[in-house]
């Protein structure tokens, strides 16, 4: 069974960091795309960054500058470090990995379960 599973969240103060791990599991043939979103209370869920297969990355404007988005392709794991918090970081941050299962199969978007990051005083 193939799943995305996220570390890393946690409380912070401003100003802090974290880095939220996010590692797929099970029997995979190739991963392409892959981002994080996040989801605050009674907001949409947002894009955050993406990173492509080949290295590329794109952020939402309120994280350029402060969060890094990287990816092991041999550990098969998606980073997001997150520094310089701020309150309105605030969210549950999800993983999402674009994932082809055989090699004739086809790019599927799988989800993780979501992990809490809290930046308060």
């Known amino acids: 069974q193939v799943q995305l599973v996220e570390s890393g969240g946690g409380l912070v103060q401003p100003g802090g960091s974290l880095r939220l791990s996010c590692a797929a599991s099970?029997?995979?043939?190739?991963?392409?795309?892959v981002g994080w979103y996040r989801q605050a209370p009674g907001k949409e869920r947002e894009l955050v960054a993406t990173?492509?297969?080949?290295?590329?990355?794109n952020y939402v404007d309120s994280v350029k500058g402060r969060f890094t988005i990287s990816r092991d392709n041999a550990k098969n794991t998606i980073y997001l470090q997150l520094d310089s918090l701020k309150p309105e970081d605030t969210a549950v941050y999800y993983c999402?990995?674009?994932?082809?299962?055989?090699?004739?199969?086809?790019?599927?978007?799988?989800w993780g379960q979501g992990t809490q990051v809290t930046v308060s005083s």
């Open positions: 990173v492509s297969s080949r290295g590329s990355t």
């Open positions: 099970g029997s995979i043939f190739s991963i392409g795309g």
């Open positions: 999402s990995a674009n994932l082809k299962l055989t090699s004739g199969g086809t790019f599927v978007t799988y």
